[in-house]
């Protein structure tokens, strides 16, 4: 029997697209450079991985692509820091590093037959864009699928070839906004906050789950509203995914009280987030 993987080894990983999704946003398609690591590599919806650059060190951010689409991995990242900026000066063919996966998952098995929301905004898309084409690429399995999704500008919208194919489907609601400011004169889309376009477009709570992901305040402003609108807590996911530094509980930078996000998470349901410490 073949020995599972040693965790703490990369997967060599060569870039065999790049995507510029918005200003320092990139989207990689990483490639198995060993034909045995890919058929053995496997992850589902809401884990993370650890990304590297030789001799630069590695980054925590999630896996971008669905399960349903084998024998490649997506990521989609912001150049920020050290390792980040290291990764956006890689270019195509070059080998990164990939650890993983690490995490907890979205149940997706269980929410077969219900009602999905996604409220997002910003780079908050990419770790919902891995459950978005999961549950597309088994449609018939869900109800109706509804995407709240904004950005502070058109430029600083991600995927937007993806979002014009949502739009475009029958079986997705698709509302796409900017914040009030961040409009072009050839804008044709929503222009508001997304807190203020889930409002004014309610979703149904009735046999419905929603996944809110984002910039702080959209979360803080967008729970209540859901809230509001009949969701109970138990029925509303989030993923905490930015709390995260080694992936294996090591380092202590993702504790939460007695929470690691890392092994716990990232993924949590809004009831446990709110049995996290105060000053979380």
Known sequence: MEQPKNQYIPYKMRIANIVEEAPLVQTYRLEFVDEK???????????????????????????????????????TFRSSGRV????ANCELNDIIGLRGPFGNTFPIEEWHGKNIV????????????CVIWNLLDQRDKFGE????????TVND??????????KNRGDVKLFVTVDPGGE?????????FVPTILEQNP???????????????????GMPIL??????????????ENRMKCGVGKCGHCTVGKTYVCKDGPVFSYDEVLNMPPEY
């Open 157 to 166: 919208l991600v995927y937007k070839e993806e979002l014009e194919e949502w």
């Open 37 to 75: 690591d890919a058929a053995q590599f496997s992850f589902k919806a809401g884990q993370f991985a650890e990304y590297g650059v030789f001799g630069e060190g590695e980054s925590t951010f999630c896996i971008a692509s669905a399960p349903t689409r084998e024998g490649y991995v997506e990521c």
């Open 227 to 240: 809230g509001k609108n009949g969701f109970e807590n138990k029925n509303i996911y989030t993923t905490l």
């Open 118 to 129: 996604f409220v997002t905004g910003g780079i908050g898309l990419p770790p919902l864009r």
């Open 203 to 221: 979703p149904k709570s009735e046999n419905s789950i929603a996944i809110v992901a984002g910039p702080p305040i959209l979360i803080k402003m």
């Open 145 to 152: 699928i509804s995407i709240y999704y904004g950005a502070r």
């Open 184 to 192: 072009t004169p050839e804008w044709k889309g929503l222009v508001g």
């Open 84 to 87: 980040t900026k290291a990764l």
